[in-house]
């Protein structure tokens, strides 16, 4: 998504305002999570709360886990600045949720236990599969980790005032200071409820905003666009091209976004916190009608932007593209709610930063260190211990990794993420729990083709060096010539588990009688905790 | 091999058993004869839309009322079609799919097909 621009100079709004607002919602959440967390004993509860959330309440949470703060202020800022290009872009993450709800939730739900790579190693060779597997979320964790703390800075930039790099640094180690706290004592349990917090302030907040918009010009939405015209000078707005002038580039990105979704292994764990698959489909239900209604609120939010403030206004402003929600906002509600949306905006840092670092440490934890380390020879209270150690390590790494990444091209990172999520992590996810000859060999050859396939385009793009706006603006070593790898990856990384499986004879009859058994009809799912 | 997926051997057998059942093969047809062809729809809209927005810029900005052009309509049908596939697809597994895969999991459970 799009990169948040360290900004130079001027503030809006109230600091201290902002501040207080963020604090209460530390306050409360932080009550909230001592609060449900008291019975956060068996490994079932750290990784995946229990269980014991219902469809809706994980359908929120996991709204909120999407819901990133690129997603939030970036859209509504591609918009107000691109206008329709920036609209194209969030129908790609909408659409992918559909690949979520028929192909993927319900049946990994009912096969696996804490973590991707429980699905993808069940009738395979265990310990190389699964080190794949483990490797490709913790690379996708990673990037996606450290465009949201890197994020974080420029936010601090607009919100808070902060322009000089050390007092940013140091807000970006409160936020991951506080998002280790959340996580360890609350684990999978209290980061839900962070989530679910979260998802209801973000909605609530944009859906005031949108009518607030609409309230201005008598809810025509024809009428919004012709202030939004007049603004910006340039009819264009309601045309797609003004952003993605590379088709095949666009093309790319598109394959990547829709495929890239349900090959996230921070939204793959939150199906582990419902009881059923019933409930696991019930969630995504719940997702896509949160997501889609957001996105129609920043349709508006976007154009309200560019038509209210104007995109010279939003571009010159600290944060630059990013802060057009905000100052939106600060143009409705004044400081009040431009406090409130700030806040939001933390929070959500914050809670997806949590929701990542789960992920992360589930996956060393339990695939890396409990499988491929010990071979399954370890107390699952053991496992726990080391997932909590990692946690504290991934969150510094996060917390050092922001504070170097502040200011950089984050749009790469996200990007990338997604880009590994559709090529190195989707294809081996639909072969195993459809293809009946998919074997181990066609496993490694898809996720380490997909994940190194991406990783080398990546690299090669011009995203990384040969351009003004680049990762390394002053070398060129680019040959790729496109932003987005998913167009080349994800069909090489589908050909390479194709290749692997058909040059390979492996077939564990019975466990794959068990594994389609159970995806199917949940006999032998992994149950609910009742406490 | 060992891993953290065994099970009794009696069990394993069941799981066969049940896999190579009519009853099992008439819900795995089912369930696929659903979703692959919707998915095979709902991507294959998704990307028409893509190609028209990247290269029928022309035909997307065309205007249909007031400021209301094609490309905005056809990217909020994208929305209408999202939301219609969800709905359509959960009632139906509500309705289908699960009374079949609870009788076969409870089948599973009992050790007896029949």
């Known amino acids: 998504m799009n990169a948040i621009v360290i900004p130079a100079a001027t503030q809006v709004g109230n600091t201290t305002l902002n501040i207080a607002i963020f604090s209460i919602f530390v306050l409360v959440t932080l009550g909230i999570v001592i609060r449900v967390s008291k019975q956060n004993t068996s490994a079932a509860d750290y990784y995946a709360g229990g269980r014991a959330f219902s469809g809706r309440q994980n359908g929120i949470a996991i709204t909120g886990d999407y819901l990133s703060a690129a997603s939030f202020l970036g859209i509504a800022g591609a918009i107000a600045v691109n206008g329709y290009d920036g609209f194209l872009y969030s129908i790609g993450f909408l659409v992918a949720w559909l690949v979520a709800l028929l192909l993927v939730a319900e049946l990994l739900r009912n096969t696996g236990k804490f973590t991707m790579a429980d699905v993808l190693s069940f009738r395979l060779k265990q310990r190389p599969v699964r080190t794949a597997a483990a490797i490709n979320t913790l690379a996708v964790s990673a990037f996606y980790l450290l465009a949201q703390m890197a994020g974080a800075g420029g936010l601090v930039a607009l919100l808070l005032g902060i322009t000089d790099r050390t007092g940013q640094s140091i807000v970006i180690a409160v936020v991951g200071a506080l998002m280790i706290i959340y996580v360890l004592i609350g684990g999978m349990k209290g980061t839900t409820w962070v989530q679910i917090i979260k998802a209801g302030l973000l909605i609530f907040g944009a859906g005031v905003m949108t009518l607030w918009v609409g309230a201005k010009y008598g809810f025509n939405l024809s009428g919004l666009f012709d202030d939004a015209i007049k603004q910006a000078g340039n009819s264009n707005i309601l045309n797609p091209g003004l952003q993605y002038k590379n088709k095949i580039d666009f093309i790319s990105l598109s394959i990547a976004l829709v495929l890239g979704t349900a090959g996230l292994p921070h939204v793959l764990m939150r199906f582990y916190t419902v009881p059923t698959s019933k409930e696991a489909r019930r969630s995504v239900v719940w997702a896509i009608w949160l997501i889609g209604l957001f996105y129609l609120f920043t349709l508006v939010l976007g154009y309200g932007a560019q038509a209210l403030v104007g995109s010279a206004a939003i571009k010159a402003a600290p944060g630059g593209v990013n802060s057009a929600a905000p100052l939106l906002a600060y143009k409705l509600g004044g400081e009040l709610l431009l406090g409130v949306i700030s806040a939001v905006a933390f929070a959500t840092i914050l809670a997806v930063v949590a929701g990542l670092t789960i992920t992360a440490s589930a996956s060393f934890a339990h695939d890396i260190y409990a499988q491929v380390i010990k071979k399954g020879a370890v107390s699952p209270d053991e496992e726990v211990k080391v997932a909590r150690r990692t946690a504290v390590v991934v969150g510094i790494l996060a917390i050092i990794g922001g504070i170097f990444a502040n200011g950089q091209n984050i749009a790469f990172l996200v990007a990338l993420a997604f880009a590994v999520a559709a090529s190195a992590n989707l294809p081996t996810i639909l072969y195993s729990l459809f293809w009946k000859n998919f074997t181990t060999r066609g496993a490694l050859f898809s996720m380490y083709g997909g994940l190194i396939s991406s990783l080398v385009l990546i690299i090669g793009s011009p995203v990384v060096s040969g351009t003004a706006t680049s990762m390394f603006p002053s070398a060129n070593f680019q040959w790729f010539g496109l932003n987005n790898p998913g167009i080349i990856s994800v069909p090489l990384s589908f050909f390479l588990g194709w290749l692997g499986s058909v040059t390979e004879k492996e077939h564990n009859a019975a466990k794959y009688a068990e594994m389609e058994v159970r995806s199917l009809t949940g006999a032998g799912a992994e149950k609910a905790i009742s406490h | ?114």
Do not use: C
């Open chain 2, 1 to 114: 091999m060992s891993g953290p997926n065994d099970i009794s051997e009696e069990r394993a057998a069941r799981y066969l058993e049940v896999q190579n059942s009519q009853e099992f093969a008439a819900l795995r047809k089912k369930f696929r004869g659903f979703v692959f062809p919707m998915t095979g729809a709902f991507l294959a809209w998704y990307f028409l839309y893509v190609v028209l927005a990247t290269y029928a810029t022309d035909f997307m900005s065309q205007k249909l009322f007031g400021n209301i052009t094609v490309g905005l309509v056809l990217g909020l049908l994208q929305f209408v079609t999202t939301f219609a596939i969800t709905m359509y697809y959960a009632r139906w597994a509500d309705r289908e799919l699960d009374p079949a895969a609870e009788k076969l999991a409870e089948h599973m459970e009992r050790g007896t097909l029949q």
